[in-house]
């Protein structure tokens, strides 16, 4: 098991690190919503923006070459 995990990254880091950060920040972004923070008021389409990481790290780790959508051309 542990050697498949290593394996796993070292072939995959910039995936899991891109995950890593998605997740952080979108229950970082949730819970500004949940409770109405003054400090960060979001909108929902804002949540969006907590997937980025993970796209980037899609790019870079070759997984894809380009994406187009929701405004925004990566790649």
Do not use: C
């Not at 920040?25 to 990481?53: C, D, H, I």
């Not at 796209?55 to 870079?60: D, F, M, N, S």
């Amino acid at each position: 098991m542990k050697k498949t995990l290593l394996k796993f990254w070292s072939h995959h880091t910039a995936l899991v690190i891109g995950a890593i950060v998605s997740i952080v920040l979108l229950a970082t972004f949730l819970l500004f919503q949940y409770n109405e923070s003054n400090v960060l008021k979001l909108e929902s389409r804002w949540l969006l923006v907590a997937g980025v990481p993970l796209l980037a790290a899609l790019i870079v780790g070759g997984y894809i070459k380009s994406f187009k959508g929701f405004g925004v051309e990566l790649g």
